[in-house]
């Protein structure tokens, strides 16, 4: 191991990044100037030092002797740190006596066409990296233990994937769900595309079976309200919510729920069936248990009269449970969009007019017209129905969505086939813009719908609809735009393919993980195309549509995907941990605890005794606030050292 | 027809990059074609505005086209697809500013060059200049003449004097040269015309007769 006492030598290696870099800087001219630079005493430049012969070229010259600090211009240190890093540890260097320059998103990428003006840039980034690697010292990999539990939030399809897969691998895992029963959205729906398998068959089995599972303890009801701690050992404080039935005792006869007078929308079938105060959401429901909302109840104690097993308790009360996890995977899902907000499409005012989750209700054999779809304003099967498209979605206008949800063309188009089986002499319009049929079988299913079943695609977005007063059927207004033409249609109902949004509450969930959401609101990936499924905290994981708008087949994909990262961290038993902790001299420190008020991860602490501060390494992300605030320099950041940041800001600006 | 390979490489200097100078135009390039405009056009359900189309054609810098077609100036400005617009684009403000650079090109109509002149003159742009309106004000018992410019003839020339500063006089007077050039023009083409025509018809005759 080299001793951080030495003269530093340091090598500079410039990549070239393909055309990435080099198209637009000089490289050779980079890799002289660099070599001019104090104490570098090799400086090199290649196509790609992230490939093997560049990182030969890296580790030859340190197992030679040559260098005792590596520098590399390249990319963000996000991308390829860590490749370097471990190419230094192999060649017998302290990881932490590698810096990386960033000339490609800091300089190549933003001034390409500024090209003098990237050159000098390129010299100040790669002058300021040689003066920290000047003062960089050895630090050592902290380790710490992950426990063989995860907590997985959400449990629709995704999160019983994640809990069926990890289950399966021996851990221990909790299943939270804010609602009586899991199955999310997955349940409500009748068939899937593109192979039009009835969704219940597929997901009824599925819930049993974690229901069942030895390993999975399902928290239905229930919402995660405190999360403490790190990797490996997560705090978590869930609140169970009152069912005012005990659950043990309940025995899913239904005799409460006969007798109870309040009638109000069932929240499973969109509101187009009722249920009453005491409810089971369906009958497939797991846990098979009751629940009383009490935002309807009227306490008249009729279901106390009733229930056998004696199960009724209005005096109920939430209960806090705690518990430690190792990971966390956060599978909320989504909310569909809602258009009363849209006054052109008449949703709410117009009965014929509703949602393409209403239409799935309708459609399913469980639903409220078991599988006979109806229009609600007389209860008669439409003869025509057109399907609006990007209902919410690619829209700019407030409180819509600018992204595309990704399976409204599908399941429109599913529906439209559905009640064209049920009914062959319908009349069935799709009004779209762009049909985007990307899945695999997807292009063949849309394929089929207009030739098969002969669906009328109108490549157009339907500008406003009224009523016809007499009949309650739908007139829309729309230009057909590859005829040129506008157009009026006169429909018996309207559904509107209403797009995919994050959870309401995705912004405490976000908060309270410290997983931070991309602008639409879903939850964001520590990269989209290498690390999808990690977020940013270690050991915090997200899959299914809570990360953004997806079908089935993705979304299983991505549980699997983050069931298998959780697995390998769990599976190891120890997590490294970056030494970026902040390091506390408690002979400058006046306890004045500016710190511990300041500090976002609650990572410093007080001994009132002792009047000692202490900073928890494993709880310290290494932000530097405390460092900062410190008003005796009492706090040093490791590798963010004040001497390694000044020797930066000093070259920065060599004329101060 | 139009090469659309040359169209695109034309672009560039068309009237898309007009258009735009202004950034709250800049929005109309992330139009998708949707149609919402042309299918909501309270306009377009009596006259042949096509909003969509009038913005594809300038997004494909369809300049000569779009500029001296009647398209453009069939738009009653009521902003129903403007306010409407899934992508934001200002419709609306592009169909007016699109209405500018064709006036600037002296392409504007001959109605509006009609009303523009009177306007110049009379400081009205629909004047009472015949005795039936007076007649008609006189039936609905109001004054002969309104109390306007035409109660008070020497502000006529305030009107005017506003005018010449604004030098919209002299867009009209460039406006009756564009458009007595292109009469002319069409007056020389006048017997090729005649002869294309008649070409056209001997063959529909012999077409007939077979």
Redesign the interface.
């Known amino acids: 191991m080299v001793n951080s006492d030495e003269e530093p030598r340091i090598g500079v290696y410039i990549c070239d990044c393909g055309v990435n870099i080099a198209g637009v800087l000089d490289n050779d001219e980079l890799r002289e100037y660099a070599a001019t630079l104090p104490n570098v005493v090799k400086s090199e430049r290649y196509k790609f030092m992230c490939s093997e012969i560049g990182q030969k070229l890296i580790q030859e010259d340190i197992e030679n002797g040559e260098i005792n600090r590596v520098v590399v211009a390249a990319c963000s240190p996000r991308m390829h740190e860590n490749t370097f890093r471990k190419a230094t540890r192999e060649a017998g260097l302290n990881e932490f006596l590698f810096e990386q320059a960033n000339i490609r998103e800091h300089d190549s990428w933003v001034h390409m066409r500024q090209q003098d003006d990237a050159q000098s840039i390129a010299q100040d980034i790669v002058r300021m990296a040689v003066a920290k690697a000047s003062k960089l010292e050895p630090l050592e990999v902290m380790k710490v233990e992950v426990k063989p539990s995860a907590l997985v939030i959400g449990a629709g399809i995704a999160g019983i994937n994640v809990a069926k897969d990890l289950g399966d691998q021996g851990f221990d895992v909790t299943l939270v769900e804010k609602t009586p029963t899991i199955g999310g959205h997955m349940a409500q729906l009748d068939k899937t595309f593109p192979t039009m398998d009835c969704s219940a068959c597929i997901i009824t089995p599925e819930m049993v079976e974690v229901g069942n599972h030895p390993n999975i303890n399902i928290l239905n009801y229930a919402e995660v309200t405190k999360v403490d701690g790190f990797v490996g050992n997560f705090k978590v404080e869930i609140t169970k919510k009152p069912h005012y039935v005990d659950q043990e005792a309940c025995t899913g006869c239904g005799g409460c729920s006969d007798v109870c007078p309040v009638i109000t929308g069932n929240e499973f079938d969109e509101g187009m069936k009722e249920r009453k105060a005491i409810y089971l959401p369906f009958p497939q429901a797991v846990p098979n248990k009751f629940t009383i909302d009490m935002d309807h109840c009227i306490k008249c104690e009729l279901c106390k009269d009733e229930c056998e097993p004696d199960a009724i308790n209005f005096d109920d009360k939430p209960k806090k449970i705690e518990k430690e996890f190792g990971t966390i995977i956060v599978t909320t899902g989504y909310k569909a969009f809602d258009p009363s907000d849209y006054t052109p499409y008449g949703f709410g005012r117009f009965p014929n007019v509703i949602t393409g989750l209403q239409m799935e209700r309708e459609l399913s054999s469980f639903g409220p017209t078991v599988g006979k779809p109806v229009r609600p304003s007389d209860g008669k099967a439409p003869h025509s129905i057109a399907f609006f498209q990007c209902v919410g979605s690619r829209s700019f206008q407030p409180g819509m969505n600018n992204y595309c949800s990704r399976v409204c063309c599908m399941y429109a188009m599913k529906q439209a086939r559905q009640y064209k089986e049920k009914h062959p002499e319908a009349e069935i319009y799709i009004l779209y813009m762009d049909i985007r049929a990307f899945g695999k079988g997807y292009e063949e299913f849309y394929e089929i719908a207009a030739r098969e079943y002969g669906i009328n695609f109108i490549r157009g977005r339907a500008a406003e609809v009224f009523e016809n007063p007499e009949n309650n059927n739908i007139i829309i207004r729309a230009e057909d735009t590859l005829l040129k033409r506008p157009i009026e249609l006169e429909v018996d109902m309207v559904v509107l393919s209403v797009g995919l949004e994050a959870q309401e509450d995705a912004t405490v969930i976000s908060r309270l993980l410290n997983v931070s959401q991309t602008a639409d609101g879903f939850f964001m990936e520590a990269h989209p195309k290498l690390r999808p499924i990690d977020t940013l905290s270690d050991g915090i994981f997200v899959a299914g549509v809570a990360q953004g708008p997806k079908d089935i087949p993705d979304t299983v994909a991505q549980a699997k995907g983050a069931a298998s990262g959780a697995a390998s961290l769990m599976a190891q038993g120890e997590v490294e941990i970056e030494p970026y902790f902040s390091v506390i001299n408690n002979a400058l420190c006046s306890s004045c605890l500016s710190c511990v008020d300041l500090c976002p991860y609650t990572a410093i602490s007080y001994d009132k005794l002792a009047n000692l501060v202490t900073i928890n390494k494993a709880l310290c992300k290494g932000c530097g606030t405390c460092t900062a605030a410190c008003p005796c320099n009492a706090i040093t950041q490791n590798h963010f050292k004040v001497s390694q940041i000044m020797a930066m800001i000093d070259t920065a600006i060599p004329t101060r | 027809m139009v090469l659309i390979k040359e169209q695109i490489k034309k672009i560039d200097k068309s009237i898309v990059e007009e258009v735009v100078e202004d950034e709250l135009l800049e929005r109309f390039k ?1 139009c ?10 309270p306009s ?2 009596r006259a042949a505005i ?1 909003t ?2 009038v913005i594809r054609q300038a997004l494909v810098g369809l300049d000569d086209d779009l500029l001296s077609s009647d398209l453009l100036w069939l738009c009653s400005t009521c902003y129903t697809c403007y306010e ?1 617009c ?3 684009v200002p419709t609306t403000d592009i169909i007016i500013k699109l209405r500018n650079i064709a006036s600037h090109r002296g392409l504007m109509k001959g109605p509006h060059l009609a009303v523009s002149k009177m306007l110049i003159e009379t400081g009205h742009g629909v004047p009472i200049n015949d005795e039936k309106w007076s007649n008609l004000r006189k039936s609905l018992k109001l004054t002969p003449l309104p109390p306007t410019v035409h109660s008070f003839p020497e502000a006529v020339k305030e009107v005017q004097t506003i005018i010449k500063e604004l030098k919209f006089d002299e867009l009209i007077a460039y406006g009756e040269e564009v458009k007595k050039k292109l009469a002319e023009e069409e007056k020389k083409r006048a017997p090729e015309r005649i002869e294309e025509l008649e070409a056209e018809l001997k063959q529909l005759k012999e077409e007939a007769g077979k």
């Not at chain 2, 998708?32 to 056009?41: L, R, S």
Request: hydrophobic share 0%; proline share 5%.
């Open positions: 992330s998708y074609q949707c149609g919402t405009c042309t299918g909501g056009c377009g359900r096509r969509r189309d409407r899934p992508r934001d």
